[in-house]
């Protein structure tokens, strides 16, 4: 089956760096995705990788290892405001997205 | 305003009730898509529809119908509403030939009692 796992839950401090992994197994790859979706609102787009190597936005960046079926989104300079679940998708080879349950990153003073 | 507009927002019903919820959108875009989100799991796609004669089933269609009006208009109905399909449900709108980002309304919350 396909599967995409993340870690449940991530603490960190303000300032500080934090790394969220994604490991993948899916039929085909056809581009990874990463949103942040806060408490009751709606995902929105953070970051796409479709090739190997580092994708860097501001205080984001995505990376991607294709042969290793692995991701993770590097957030620098943590802010209170990051606190919020990050989900990674994939895009399969019917290009159907295949979604993690998210990681819940809880920011502390 | 928003370019992907869901109503309602929050709804409150009873088993065996029939629920629609709606989805517009003003981005312009071919595809529309149902998800629904449950606490610990993923983003699950409900049904899909790639342009306004296409209309598919996701991975959790049982229990659920949808109705492309117009390209921009998307809705899912509940037939007959059970606990079970209490959730969070988000519409989102994608444009063709495009890396597949999603872009998502605001989401309907829906407590089915």
């Known amino acids: 089956g396909q599967n995409i796992d993340q870690p449940t839950e991530m603490t960190a401090t303000e300032g500080a760096i934090v790394q969220i992994n994604c490991t993948y197994q899916?039929?085909?790859?056809?581009?990874l995705f990463w949103y942040q979706q806060h408490a009751g609102e709606a995902p929105t787009f953070l970051s796409y990788?479709?090739l190997d190597g580092l994708e860097e936005k501001g205080r984001f960046s995505s990376f991607l290892s294709r042969s290793k079926g692995y991701s993770y989104l590097l957030l620098k300079e943590l802010q209170m405001k990051d606190s919020a679940s990050y989900l990674c998708?994939?895009?399969?080879?019917?290009?159907?997205?295949?979604w993690g349950a998210g990681t819940k990153l809880i920011i502390k003073p | 305003d928003a370019d992907v507009t869901q109503t309602p927002r929050n709804r409150i019903t009873k088993t065996g009730k029939r629920i629609m919820l709606e989805c517009s959108q003003t981005?312009?875009?071919?595809?529309m898509y149902w998800y629904r989100q449950d606490p610990g799991l993923g983003l699950r796609l409900i049904y899909y529809?790639?342009?306004?004669?296409?209309?598919n089933k996701g991975e959790i269609s049982d229990g659920y119908s949808v109705s492309r009006q117009a390209q921009a208009k998307f809705s899912l109905s509940l037939e007959s509403a059970i606990p079970n399909q209490t959730a969070l449900y988000f519409c989102?709108?994608?444009?063709?030939?495009?890396?597949?980002?999603?872009?998502f309304g605001e989401g309907s919350r829906l407590t089915v009692l």
């Open positions: 989102a709108t994608s444009g063709a030939g495009d890396t597949g980002e999603l872009f």
């Open positions: 981005k312009g875009h071919d595809r």
């Open positions: 529809s790639f342009d306004v004669k296409d209309i």
């Open positions: 899916t039929s085909g790859f056809n581009g």
């Open positions: 990788n479709v």
């Open positions: 998708a994939v895009t399969d080879s019917n290009y159907q997205l295949i």
